[in-house]
């Protein structure tokens, strides 16, 4: 898997750039010379599909390498919280990009292929593929509407990291044109998509249904299932499905793209780990916060020590209870896991009868194949706090189905650090 940079959209676009660059773009550019390098949320006439459809092919070419016919607007920013969803839920628990993993993902919509399902489209598909030499490392699969959104079986695949999806909106034609009629300003772009881009019955949610449906019984055969939706209404409706089902480990991240466009994505997985804070409740106050999934993560802040007396009561908690841990002093972290709640008065009056001791993991910190046995994965970080003598302790849900024992234990940890 390739990491790509998070700054590509980041700055201003120098469009006089982008027109010295490529001659297509320079006869769109000679009509609007005075706009010349614009921010993101920058006003440009891209009324016209044709112009918002070049525009998106020069900008593949300049900041991705890729080479497209029928090119559409990429969600950049959609890839991008997917690869967050991976790298912080890797098998390591780094929380990092791993260049040495291989990754393979589904895409049921546009991405990376920019094709639809008609024929057409699937044609498109085929030519990107080849215009890019991309043959060993996408496959496309032409399927009936009939057949399952993830068809695992169909391509020989046991199990997948990730899927994509960016499901049609509306549920027919007379919705579409009842939403465009209900705004009361003309977008700001053209629209570009073909009504079998934009129309499917039921709309979204119920496409996003259908791909929750499918994931309750494939389960971890993939990692992570996503998707990108068009309306706000929408991530209700499909978190409260995924509450249906019985699946309590789930993300939602909304994507600004130019201060004008908003797009959210939900992403939910049938394993137990966790994704980092940021990745998982990626939101504004727009998003009600029982749509939310549980913090992964908690802070809290000790006066009146430092980092090494820190470091010395952390080590000594973990030490007093029955945990597979290890604390790293380069960077003042420790990981660990516990089978159950090991430090409840029952327990550790359980653990003094018994005669046992903590135990100091070092060869042990990764869940690895007894990753179903445990209850709970976590990363506790030393750092500099606020005052000038005093550190902050951070404390990362990596692993685990129950978030009453994630707080639990930070609620104990804070007590006995703080202590």
Not at 31 to 45: C, D, H, N, Q, V
Not at 130 to 137: E, F, K, V, W, Y
Not at 224 to 236: A, I, N, P
């Amino acid at each position: 898997m390739h990491s790509a940079p998070r700054t590509i959209y980041d700055h201003d676009v120098d469009f006089a750039a982008l027109a010295i660059e490529d001659p297509d773009f320079k006869k769109q550019w000679v009509l609007y010379p005075k706009f010349g390098r614009l921010s993101p949320s920058s006003a440009i006439p891209f009324a016209l599909a044709s112009r918002l459809t070049i525009i998106s092919f020069i900008s593949l070419k300049s900041n991705a390498q890729l080479d497209f016919s029928n090119p559409q607007a990429v969600q950049f920013n959609y890839i991008l919280w997917v690869e967050d969803l991976l790298d912080t839920t890797s098998d390591d628990y780094r929380e990092a990009y791993d260049p040495e993993r291989e990754v393979v993902g589904l895409d049921i919509c546009i991405y990376p292929l920019l094709g639809y399902i008609d024929d057409k489209n699937i044609s498109y598909a085929r030519q990107n593929i080849l215009r890019n030499n991309l043959q060993s490392r996408i496959r496309p699969l032409h399927t009936k509407p009939e057949d399952p959104l993830i068809p695992l079986d169909a391509l020989g695949i046991e199990s997948i990291d990730f899927t994509l999806t960016n499901p049609p909106f509306y549920s027919s034609p007379t919705d579409l044109l009842s939403s465009a009629a209900a705004k009361s300003r003309p977008p700001h772009s053209a629209c570009t998509g073909a009504p079998i881009e934009m129309v499917t019955p039921g709309g979204e949610v119920a496409f996003a249904s259908r791909i929750i449906a499918e994931s309750a019984v494939l389960r971890e055969r993939v990692q992570w299932y996503t998707t990108m939706l068009g309306k706000l209404s929408s991530v209700g409706a499909v978190v409260e499905e995924l509450k249906n089902v019985g699946c309590g480990n789930w993300a939602v991240k909304e994507f600004v793209q130019g201060g004008k466009t908003r797009r959210w994505g939900v992403g939910w997985s049938w394993g137990g780990r966790r994704p980092g804070e940021s990745v998982a409740r990626g939101v504004s106050s727009s998003i009600p916060k029982h749509l939310l999934p549980f913090p992964s993560q908690f802070c809290f802040e000790i006066a009146g020590f430092s980092l090494d007396d820190g470091a010395t009561r952390l080590k000594s908690v973990l030490q007093s209870l029955d945990l597979q841990w290890k604390y790293k002093p380069q960077v003042s972290t420790a990981v660990g896991f516990a089978k159950a709640n090991v430090w409840s008065r029952a327990a550790r009056r359980q653990q003094m009868r018994e005669g046992e001791e903590g135990r100091d993991g070092a060869e042990e910190e990764s869940g690895g194949d007894q990753e179903g046995q445990l209850a709970l994965g976590f990363k506790v970080q030393l750092l500099l706090g606020k005052e000038a003598k005093g550190f902050k302790v951070v404390v990362r849900w990596l692993l685990g189905r129950d978030s009453v024992l994630f707080e639990s234990f930070c609620g104990m940890l804070r007590r006995r650090m703080g202590g």
